[in-house]
């Protein structure tokens, strides 16, 4: 009898709770219109001879049960949420703020408006960025939100707005460690040692980086930028037998500034040297370490009163992890 009861008190039990399910509304929650990638994102770019970049802006309805009508989705500039990422990074550093594209930099191919068709959860919107109009001396942020939707709401700000970061790379570009010096022409034997750098993109063989021991985050910085410019035509080739590495030289650099009152003069022949070596632990990779040897003189002029000529010499590395298929940087 016990047992009859305990039985038939857990099948009330179960009809109770199916019938409470059935009862449930199939959306839980108030759908929203969004971006997939949201908020501070950073692009990785190779820069190609045709500076033409295209991406896709995936927007998406959320919610628990499917999207039953058409939603027109609207995105459009945002340059409120670019001012106060700038001011909450560097407060009254403006010289590092990040800069807005103009209208000739990026353009929307098919409109900044797509609809979502009922029975679907996302589109995309197409953008073009061409980089031929960017000053590549310069940092940028594209800063873009959804600022109109036919239905629905829009989702809160962190995720209905996107900070798109244009990290422009080419073969040499990247943060390399340094061994080298800066001095004082007069002072030859006061040398200050430099360990980091950092090669900005300014075309498919051509970076920028700052003089001596100028740092990124110095305010002065743009005026101490120079230029390296590597011929990729000019090259030796050569297997180093201890190690198997595959070695290429390139031999004719070109160093330059548009700074013209630093005076800047190549001391010696530049090389940029490129090794590639299997991985030992994964055979679909290889280990490729690029080294830039510089000696250059240039005149700091940071004290104009007291103007003085120094010399950098060094040697700057870095290594990445290389897809041997697809050429493809891993880290």
Not at 67 to 92: C, G, H, K, M, S
Not at 108 to 130: N, Q, R, W
Not at 207 to 228: H, P, S, V
Request: hydrophobic share 35%; with cysteine.
């Amino acid at each position: 009898m016990n047992k009859l009861y305990v039985y038939t008190a857990s099948l009330l039990m179960v009809c109770a709770v199916t019938s409470c399910d059935n009862n449930i509304p199939d959306e839980q929650f108030a759908k929203k219109v969004s971006l997939t990638k949201n908020g501070m994102q950073k692009y990785n770019i190779d820069f190609t001879d045709e500076g033409i970049l295209d991406l896709n802006i995936p927007v998406l309805v959320s919610g628990t049960s499917k999207n039953d009508q058409n939603i027109e989705v609207t995105i459009a500039l945002d340059p409120d949420t670019l001012a106060n990422y700038n001011f909450e990074r560097y407060r009254n550093n403006q010289a590092l703020y990040y800069q807005l594209p103009s209208e000739n930099m990026y353009h929307f191919p098919k409109g900044a408006t797509v609809t979502i068709p009922a029975g679907v959860d996302y589109s995309i919107i197409p953008l073009t960025i061409d980089l031929r109009n960017f000053d590549l001396y310069n940092n940028y942020i594209l800063p873009l939100q959804i600022n109109k939707v036919s239905a629905y709401e829009i989702a809160w700000s962190s995720y209905s707005k996107l900070l798109i970061n244009l990290n422009i790379s080419n073969f040499i570009s990247g943060s390399y460690t340094v061994s080298g010096n800066v001095w004082e022409a007069s002072m030859p034997d006061q040398k200050l040692a430099v360990s980091s750098s950092s090669l900005f993109t300014l075309g498919a063989n051509k970076c920028y980086l700052y003089m001596g021991d100028i740092a990124e985050d110095n305010i002065n910085r743009a005026l101490y930028t120079m230029t390296i410019e590597v011929d990729k035509a000019a090259y030796e080739d050569r297997v180093d037998n201890s190690t198997g590495a595959e070695i290429r030289r390139y031999t004719n650099i070109t160093l330059g500034s548009k700074n013209t009152d630093k005076e800047l003069h190549s001391e010696g022949d530049a090389w940029v040297e490129q090794e590639r070596t299997d991985d030992p632990y994964d055979n679909k990779l290889e280990n490729l370490v690029t080294r830039v040897y510089m000696k250059y003189s240039y005149m700091d002029l940071n004290d104009p009163t007291y103007p003085v000529k120094k010399f950098f010499e060094g040697t700057l590395s870095h290594t990445q992890s290389v897809d041997k298929e697809t050429g493809k940087v891993m880290n």
